[in-house]
């Protein structure tokens, strides 16, 4: 009997579709991934954030969930894949401007494909991050612990998930960033329930 686990998912747009916003489209997708891709236990508010990295496009929204499934990691990925592509989504450029993003941010408490390759990652250097993506799913995100416009979302649903490597909870982890990129990070609305 298939076991069901728990996905935090970050989402994110910043190339609305033609006569829409932002805020439109990450409300679509959260509405799609309910009805197709498992039950929404969490969404959090929607947030204003600064394009990552600094001048790669216009600003994005972004929100983050908790969404229950029995898929494995890897069918999920390949869930919301197949969802960013329905919303337009096209991968030409490593982290450029997307009509939406939809980021697999951890499952559980797993650490995928294992430690030491999860570590590496975490630790590659900033030059490498732009150019090199891995050829297998890493979770948790390795770079969860450096992002604003995701743990500020993720705090909203999950404040209390724990890294099961660096062992900080997703509010340790907001708290221990910069206070101007937490600043960077304005709140929008609320979601549409889907």
């Known amino acids: 009997m298939p076991m069901s686990r728990s996905f935090l998912v970050a989402v994110g747009a910043n190339l609305p579709e033609v006569g829409g916003t932002c805020v439109a489209v ?13 039950q929404i236990l969490s969404v ?19 929100a983050a969930l908790v969404l ?41 408490d797993l650490v995928l494909p294992n430690e030491a390759e999860q570590r590496r990652w975490m630790a590659l250097p900033a ?17 969860i612990q ?18 099961p490597l660096l062992n900080l909870t997703a509010r340790q982890m907001r708290d221990d960033l910069a206070a101007s990129d937490l600043e960077a990070v304005k709140a929008l609305a609320e979601p549409t329930c889907p």
């Open 146 to 163: 450096d992002r604003a416009f995701v743990l500020v979302p993720l705090c909203d649903v999950a404040p209390d998930w724990r890294h």
């Open 44 to 62: 959090s508010m929607l947030y204003s954030t600064p394009a990552f990295p600094a001048g790669s496009g216009p600003d994005f929204v972004n």
């Open 68 to 108: 229950s499934s029995e898929r494995t990691p890897e069918e999920m990925l390949a869930e919301l894949h197949r969802v960013e592509q329905l919303f337009g989504r096209e991968r030409k450029k490593r982290w450029g401007p997307r009509a939406l993003d939809l980021d697999l941010i951890a499952c559980d």
């Open 127 to 143: 030059e490498d991050q732009t150019r090199l993506a891995p050829e297998t799913l890493i979770l948790p995100h390795p770079r």
């Open 26 to 38: 990450v409300q679509s997708a959260i509405a799609r991934l309910s009805h197709e891709s498992g």
